[in-house]
């Protein structure tokens, strides 16, 4: 297994304007996907993906992190196999390949590789 970094930070938003102000102006973080409900910052060599969901978000509950892998079908069942609760891999519309899981505190996580000839 080669892990290989965190892949992107998703997080929901109540409000996506006053997020995009804040990561894009005040931050300084560069806007790269811009859609309705939906906006992208790249940091580094880290991206930010947020999510209007409409109403009030709770803190703890709504920022997923997903790791990047070499293998995700390797690795669903790799933790498959220690006992760890998967969901079943799924295929993105917008070309990644992922499963989620959770930690002992009950935090969810993915593992995600790109595809579709993404890198």
């Not at 891999?89 to 930690?103: M, T």
């Amino acid at each position: 297994m080669a892990i290989k970094g965190i892949f992107y930070v998703f997080a929901e938003v109540s409000d996506i304007a006053r997020s995009k102000k804040f990561y894009g102006q005040t931050l300084g973080w560069e806007l790269n996907t811009d859609e309705k409900d939906v906006a992208g910052f790249a940091f580094g060599g880290a991206y930010l993906v947020i999510y209007a969901t409409g109403k009030q978000v709770a803190p703890g509950t709504s920022l997923y992190v997903e790791v990047q892998v070499d293998d995700v079908n390797a690795e669903h069942a790799r933790l498959k196999s220690l006992g760890v609760e998967v969901s079943e891999p799924r295929d993105q519309h917008w070309g990644e390949r992922n499963f989620s899981f959770r930690d002992p505190d009950g935090h969810t996580w993915f593992y995600g590789q790109s595809i579709h000839g993404h890198s």
